[in-house]
Nanobody
Framework: QVQVVESGGGLVQAGGSLRLSCVVS?????????MAWHRQAPGEQRELVAG???????NYADSVKGRFTISRDNAKNTVYLQMNSLKPEDTAVYYC??????????WGNGTLVTVSS
């Protein structure tokens, strides 16, 4: 069974930084999977924040481009999201997702990021 676990969320002041981690277990093919970070603010729909392919190609939402960086360490089955210059509007539950085959996706339970003003 595949397990996706996020960590690193917390309370931070505007302008601060935070690094989220996502560890995937239960699979030996992590390096072949595309990964992504999504977030969901209260009362809003979940949105894509950043994605990274098995080939390490990346994409970002316009709202975080230049501030956030997604990366992966295949030896550790881990994906990171470095978040700098945080803003109150970044407050949300951040979810890690691993793409499987045939459109299947594996999601973590999320980690809460709260940015105070």
């Amino acid at each position: 069974q595949v397990q996706v676990v996020e960590s690193g969320g917390g309370l931070v002041q505007a302008g601060g930084s935070l690094r989220l981690s996502c560890v995937v277990s239960g699979t030996a093919i992590f390096k072949f999977n595309d990964m992504a970070w999504h977030r969901q603010a209260p009362g809003e729909q979940r949105e894509l924040v950043a994605g990274i392919t098995s080939g390490r190609s990346t994409n970002y939402a316009d709202s975080v481009k230049g501030r956030f960086t997604i990366s992966r360490d295949n030896a550790k089955n881990t994906v990171y999201l470095q978040m700098n210059s945080l803003k109150p509007e970044d407050t949300a539950v951040y979810y890690c997702k691993m793409d499987g085959w045939l459109g299947m996706a594996y999601w973590g339970n999320g980690t809460l990021v709260t940015v105070s003003s």
